[in-house]
């Protein structure tokens, strides 16, 4: 059922502009797409509250911001969440990540891990998540039942993996072929569980060159291209990374993926920490873009990720938490993260060196607006879905903060805060507590409930987004 809903506005249009409406009217129509937008107190903004059949006002102190957008997840790390960062990439697959990876071919085990996560991440506001699920391509459906009842959007990818170096023999694809075959099904399998609804969708999964023979990066390319779908995989991540593709292939890595037919419109290459110049030419060649996982990078690429150089060259960039080597599930923390990560990559780390230009690299900070515009349009822009801001023609996805509780850690002050000031602090501060309404395809799927019914009643919507 269609709805208005009446509330302040908080978002980012583009990299350097915060928009700020004091109240604007939303109206949602019956598919979950917003078909209006209006100042409150302006005429067309009361004609259109007036006008509704099912309108609903969001009480004061309340902040409207749209739905975040995971753009890099790996669903069975979950349980792991909030450990083992003690170890490099290389070990700390070995060691702790694929033995609990290979778990999932048991679905009793999947499921509940499945369905936990999913409702953990909607109470982060992620409204879209980019998963990477299991090798096993059962759980990987499993895991799209997850996402489609619970009611978030989601690309999810079976993981492939078959390279006999890289991969323990107990979790990896029986060969390259096989692999390939796997992912075709994968494919409709998820097709099959969304039913036309346009909010799971499939990605074809290479899960990083060292995992991978040749023969299957070819045909997970010639997959992608044949079905029309999205691809993720890992790009440059260490110093590790970015070597074994030089030593591999004499290449580096985002040029070998594209010599695979990887690197199309809307791939995903999570990290992406030591891409070249040229190697982020070709990105914006092909439409493909990053995952800045900025939490993730810390402990495990050596490298902080020149944002603001690699957006102004026109690469295409989202954020991710990169469940579990990134310690938190929420993407407000990591927008927060790249931030920081960004001033530490400006005035440099090492007090011994001469502060400037010695020590850091000047120009790449980023501010709460650009890290919240990774987190929101910036990935949507860089998936092509029509999410990621709240404007007429968008799906309305969106999460609503309650900045006057005391239930979380963000507190605001009248006469102190001003609401630029407010937009920082949602940034940095807002959290399962302080989130009561979380809507996907103006479907209420999570929260608390301040938004006073606002999609208690939406039905499944329709058509692809
Ligand atoms: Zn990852």
Same mark, same amino acid.
């Given at each position: ?76 790390? =979950? ?51 980019? %998963? ?45 072929? /096989? ?28 899960? %990083? ?157 980023? /501010?709460?607006?650009?890290? %919240? ?39 605001? =002050? ?24 979380? =809507? ?26």
């Amino acid at each position: 059922m269609s709805f208005t809903i009446s509330a302040p506005v908080m978002q980012a249009p583009a990299a350097d502009r915060l928009e700020i409406r004091d109240r604007a009217v939303i109206e949602v129509d019956d598919r979950g797409v917003i078909t209006a937008m209006e100042d409150a107190a302006s005429g067309q903004g009361r004609s259109l509250a007036a006008a509704s059949r099912d309108h609903h006002e969001v009480p004061a102190g309340h902040v409207l911001i749209p739905g975040l957008v995971d753009t890099h997840c790996h669903a069975p790390q =979950w349980p792991q969440l909030g450990t083992r960062l003690d170890v490099p990439l290389e070990d700390w697959l070995f060691r702790y990540t694929f033995p609990l990876e290979a778990r999932y071919a048991d679905l009793d085990f999947a499921r509940p891990v499945w369905a936990d996560l999913v409702a953990g991440l909607l109470a982060h506001g992620t409204t879209t998540a980019v %998963f990477y699920a299991s090798q096993d391509r059962a759980a990987t459906t499993a895991l799209a039942e997850a996402v489609a009842s619970g009611g978030q959007r989601a690309w999810v990818g079976r993981v492939a993996m078959d390279h006999p170096e890289g991969t323990p023999p107990y979790y990896r694809d029986a060969s390259a072929e /096989d692999g390939i075959q796997q992912s075709a099904r994968s494919i409709s399998e998820i097709r099959a569980v969304d039913a036309g609804r346009g909010r799971v969708a499939p990605i074809v999964t290479p899960r %990083f060159t060292p995992a991978c023979t040749d023969e299957l990066l070819r045909g997970l390319g010639a997959l992608a291209a044949a079905e029309d779908v999205l691809v993720q995989t890992h790009c440059s991540e260490s110093n590790w990374a970015h070597q074994y593709n030089l030593d591999r292939y004499g290449m580096t890595d985002a040029t070998a993926l594209d010599g695979f037919g990887l690197l199309r419109p809307g791939t995903v290459l999570a990290h992406a920490n030591h891409v070249t110049d040229a190697d982020a030419d070709l990105l914006v060649q092909r439409g493909s873009g990053i995952a800045h996982c900025p939490l993730s990078n810390a402990y495990f690429s050596n490298a902080v990720l020149p944002v603001r150089r690699l957006v102004g060259k026109g690469v295409r960039m989202g954020l991710g938490t990169d469940v579990s080597g990134g310690a938190s599930p929420s993407l407000l923390h990591n927008a927060h993260d790249a931030v920081t990560v960004s001033r530490m990559l400006e005035d440099g780390v090492d007090p011994t060196r001469t502060a400037g230009p010695d020590r850091g690299v000047p120009g790449t900070r980023i /501010d709460t607006t650009f890290a %919240f515009w990774l987190a929101t349009k910036g990935g949507a822009d860089l998936l092509g879905a029509p999410i990621g801001l709240l404007e007429p023609g968008r799906r309305f996805d969106a999460v609503l903060v309650d900045t006057a509780s005391r239930r979380g850690s963000l507190r605001t =002050w009248p006469g102190i805060d001003t609401p630029e000031r407010v937009f920082e602090k949602v940034v940095r501060l807002a959290a399962p507590a302080d989130i009561t309404d979380v =809507w996907v395809d103006g479907r209420r799927v999570a929260g608390s409930g301040a938004g006073e019914g606002a999609g208690e009643g939406a039905g499944e919507g329709a058509g692809p987004a």
